[in-house]
């Protein structure tokens, strides 16, 4: 039996939150910090939808895990399985026990591609794809380029997803290379999503919708899809009110997998009822053990799921954990800002910036419900280098 190994902070996952509060621990001086995440790689997913697009190839978006996991930090390459908050301890796969004084939660998502029947055989194949893949984000690109005409159905699940906004982006982009290909007059772009709205803040809303009024894009809400029935080419929805079921023929079909928190999660003393991890939304502390904070995707914050939200949402978590272990009350407090960059044609974007209540939280001086090529620029070319550069660095 591995023998139990202690650190003041320890962090579970190494994605965008982890690596992200490691590294401003560290800054702040903190010396014994443990990340446990088994993965060799880091991805930096928001380009996947350009990846999709034809843009850039996949590799872009992959670097070496072990190059951004802060110096001083110990990075114990391992998975954990469970919770003893009461004992302070986190479990792992063959590690061992982890204690902790403080313990960050922040695991990421796991994506349910079996609760979608005959998804896992189809994906890849025959004009079904996902950019929630790295393995079959370039199949997207394929099969949008080969298309030839027929029904392009872009779909949204029932649960919470990584960037809430993905699943149209690609959408947008695959109906503009339709019009650029000379074949839009031959293609039914359609947006089936289980949903009642488009878009969660009503400002960006109203701008998607005209442009699917323009374009001539169908959306159908509350259909949430259930089934890939592959050999008839044909996508089975269910009706989220009626119950009824709803059969659509596809030459191409984007799936959106349903997700949800990490199963050793789930099942632990810090999920709520729905299995996230339960978090004070303003300070992002654990609401029943307060030795513990949440933040990210695997967390209970009603926002989008967003590296832009961890952005906001890691320094709260610092300034409030380095506080508690002084003794102090806890001085930060997150407003549920979030980002969502919306792609909606090749060079133009929709910069969706706002709050827990839908409120817009702009950035720049002007209205970014517009579209903009410059917008378009800023995701194209700089948002990568400052998730690489400063945000994984601790210093944004």
């Known amino acids: 039996m591995a023998k139990e190994q202690r650190f003041e902070i320890v962090i579970v996952g190494g994605g965008a939150a982890g ?6 621990l560290r800054r702040c001086g903190v010396k014994s910090i443990a990340v446990i995440d088994p993965s060799e790689q880091h991805f930096y997913q928001p380009l996947w939808t350009l990846v999709g697009a034809g843009i850039f190839p996949r590799e872009k978006s992959l670097r070496r895990q072990i190059d951004y996991i802060p110096p001083g930090v110990n990075w114990i390459r391992d998975a954990a ?4 908050p009461a004992a302070r301890i986190v479990l792992t796969t063959g590690s061992g026990p982890v204690s902790y004084g403080q313990l960050v939660v922040c695991p990421g998502l796991e994506i349910f591609w079996d609760r979608i ?43 919470p997803v990584k960037c809430g906004g ?52 169908d959306r159908l809400f509350r259909h949430n899809l259930v089934e890939i029935r592959a050999s008839e080419r044909k996508a089975v929805f269910t009706h989220m009110d009626t119950k009824a079921e709803v059969v659509l023929p ?18 632990s003393p810090l999920a709520n009822a729905d299995g996230w991890v339960e978090v004070d ?28 939200a961890i952005r906001k949402q890691a320094p709260v978590v610092v300034e409030n954990l380095l506080a508690l272990r002084a003794g102090k009350p806890l001085p930060a407090s997150y407003n549920g800002y979030t980002s969502c960059p919306l792609v909606t044609r090749y060079g133009k974007l929709i910069l969706a910036e706002f709050d827990y209540d839908g409120n817009p939280q702009e950035t720049f001086p002007f209205d970014q419900s ?27």
């Not at 690109?141 to 779909?155: L, V």
């Not at 947006?191 to 323009?214: E, H, R």
């Not at 914050?301 to 832009?308: D, F, Y």
């Not at 280098?385 to 945000?391: A, D, I, K, S």
């Open 166 to 217: 993905a699943p149209q982006k690609i959408m947008y982009l695959a109906e503009d290379h339709f019009r650029r290909t000379g074949i839009r007059d031959k293609a039914m772009v359609t947006y089936a999503l289980a949903g009642g709205v488009i878009f969660a803040a009503k400002k960006y809303a109203a701008s998607l919708n005209k442009i699917c009024d323009q374009r001539g894009i």
């Open 81 to 84: 399985t469970g919770f003893d």
């Open 117 to 159: 029947k005959g998804l896992p055989e189809a994906l890849g194949k025959d004009g079904v794809c996902s950019n929630y893949s790295y393995q079959h984000v370039e199949k997207t690109w394929e099969f949008i380029r080969g298309f030839r005409g027929g029904n392009a159905i872009f779909t949204m699940p029932a649960t």
């Open 19 to 24: 690596i992200s509060v490691a590294a401003q």
């Open 281 to 308: 939304k303003a300070t992002l502390q654990h609401v029943r053990y307060p030795s513990v904070f949440g933040l990210g995707d695997a967390s209970s914050l009603p926002t989008s799921k967003t590296a832009a």
């Open 370 to 396: 517009k579209e903009r090529t410059s917008m378009y620029l800023l995701k194209k070319h700089a948002l990568a280098p400052l998730y690489w550069n400063r945000m994984l660095r601790g210093r944004a």
């Open 250 to 267: 596809y030459s191409l079909l984007h799936v959106a997998p349903p997700m949800g928190a990490p199963q050793f999660v789930r099942e």
